[in-house]
C-alpha cells in the first residue's frame, strides 16, 4: 500500500504542472496507479486538496489503570515507574512495564524551573579574580582576568606563567588601574589562594598565608567559590568568554608586548565604554557610583614571594625584593572566604 506522503506528493506535483508520465517516474509508481489518483482527485488541478483526519485512538491494555498512575503521581510526584508497575500488578494489571514506563513518563508532573534570581553586589564591594589559557604561535599565555561586580569594569592582563608571584603583580596592576580596591575579591579554587577547601564535608577552608598576608597588606578579604559551583563567579566567566570573542578571535599578534598594548586598548576603547548588555549600562559611567566606595590603594607595593625569573610577558613590571614575614606581623585577615 502506497504511504499517505507519496500520495499527497503526488496531487502536489500534479497541481504544479507535472504529467502523470513524469509523476510516475518521480515517485516509481504505476502509471494505472497514477491515472487512478488523478482521476479520484478529480483531475488534480483544481479540486480541494487531499485532507486526512487524525488517526482514531488505538485502544491500550493500560487504559482502566490510567486514574490509578495518575492519582498516585497527583500525590507523589517522585513515585518510580517500577513501583507503580507493581502497585497496577496488585490491582490487576495484565500487561507489562514498558507500557506503564512510557505512560508515567508522559503523564509525571513536572515542577515549574525555579527563577534564576540574579545577585548584584554592592558598589566596591567585590571583585571577582580568575585566569583564562589563550594559546599562540609563540606559547601559551594567561589572562588573569578582574571584574568589579557591581560596574562590571574589566582589567585583563596576560602573562607566561599562572604563579602566585604573577597573581600577586597582577592584582596590584589590576588595583592600579581601578584607582582603588574591592573589599573583597572572590577566586575559583586556585591553588595561590587556596590550599585546601573542606567545606563540602563540614570542614575549613584554609587560604595560602603568603596570599593572606598580600591580602591583609592591600586590606581586601578572601573569597572562594565552593567546588562545582561555578556559577557564584559568573561576573568573570561571562567576560573570559566576551574576551575570546570580542579581543582575542580574528586578531594577529607578534609579540607578548604588542599583545598586552591592544589588551588595554581595547579595553579603554571598547570593553569598558560598550553598553553591558545585563546591566544596559557603560561599565565606565556606572563605575563612578562606586569609585568612591573602593578601599584606598596602599602605599607601597607588597614584598613576598616572586618567580625566581621574570616571565617576558612579566618584564615591564617593576622587580620587587623578596621580604619574608610571620602572620603574626599582620594579625588576621579580616573577612575571610565563607
Not at 577552608?205 to 565552593?226: D, K, Q, S, W, Y
Not at 576603547?269 to 559611567?285: F, M, S
Request: charge should be positive.
Amino acid at each position: 500500500m502506497h504511504k499517505v506522503s507519496k500520495r499527497v506528493r503526488f496531487r502536489r506535483l500534479l497541481q504544479e504542472g507535472m504529467n502523470k508520465t513524469a509523476i510516475s517516474r518521480e515517485l516509481a509508481i504505476g502509471r494505472r496507479t497514477a491515472t487512478r489518483w488523478a482521476a479520484a482527485d478529480g483531475g488534480g488541478r483544481s479540486g480541494e486538496a487531499l485532507t486526512y483526519g487524525p488517526r482514531p485512538a488505538v485502544p491500550s491494555i493500560l487504559d482502566p489503570y490510567k486514574e490509578i498512575v495518575r492519582v498516585r503521581l497527583s500525590a507523589y510526584p517522585e513515585l518510580s515507574a517500577v513501583r507503580l508497575f507493581r502497585e497496577l500488578r496488585e490491582s490487576g494489571y495484565p500487561g507489562g512495564y514498558d507500557v506503564v514506563k512510557r505512560y508515567v513518563r508522559e503523564v509525571r508532573p513536572r515542577p515549574a524551573p525555579e527563577p534564576v534570581v540574579r545577585f548584584e553586589t554592592a558598589p566596591g564591594r567585590q571583585g571577582q579574580v580568575d585566569f583564562a589559557h589563550f594559546r599562540l604561535p609563540w606559547g601559551t599565555r594567561y589572562a588573569l582576568v578582574v571584574v568589579l561586580a557591581f560596574s562590571r569594569l574589566l582589567w585583563f592582563r596576560f602573562y607566561e606563567r599562572q604563579t602566585m608571584g604573577v597573581l600577586m603583580r597582577g592584582l596590584e596592576e589590576a588595583f592600579a588601574y581601578f584607582g582603588g580596591v574591592p573589599w573583597e575579591l572572590l577566586f575559583d579554587q586556585l591553588r595561590a589562594v587556596i590550599v585546601e577547601d573542606g567545606r563540602a564535608s563540614s570542614g575549613t577552608l584554609l587560604h595560602n598565608p603568603e596570599f593572606e598576608r598580600f591580602a591583609h597588606h592591600h586590606g581586601f578579604g578572601i573569597r572562594a567559590c565552593r567546588p562545582y559551583r561555578a556559577r557564584t563567579k559568573g561576573k568573570v566567566e561571562r567576560p573570559i568568554s566576551y574576551i575570546r570573542r570580542g579581543f582575542f578571535y580574528g586578531r594577529e599578534f607578534v609579540s607578548d608586548a604588542d599583545l598586552n598594548a591592544r589588551a588595554l586598548s581595547w579595553l579603554e576603547r571598547e570593553a569598558n565604554e560598550r553598553v553591558h548588555g545585563t546591566l544596559k549600562e557603560v561599565p565606565r559611567v556606572r563605575f563612578e557610583r562606586e569609585r568612591q566606595l573602593l578601599l584606598p590603594l596602599a602605599e607601597r607595593p607588597y614584598a613576598g614571594v616572586l618567580p625566581a625569573s621574570p616571565a617576558p610577558a612579566e618584564a615591564v613590571l617593576p622587580r620587587v625584593e623578596v621580604e619574608r614575614r610571620s602572620l603574626s606581623a599582620y594579625g588576621v585577615v579580616g573577612e575571610v572566604g565563607r
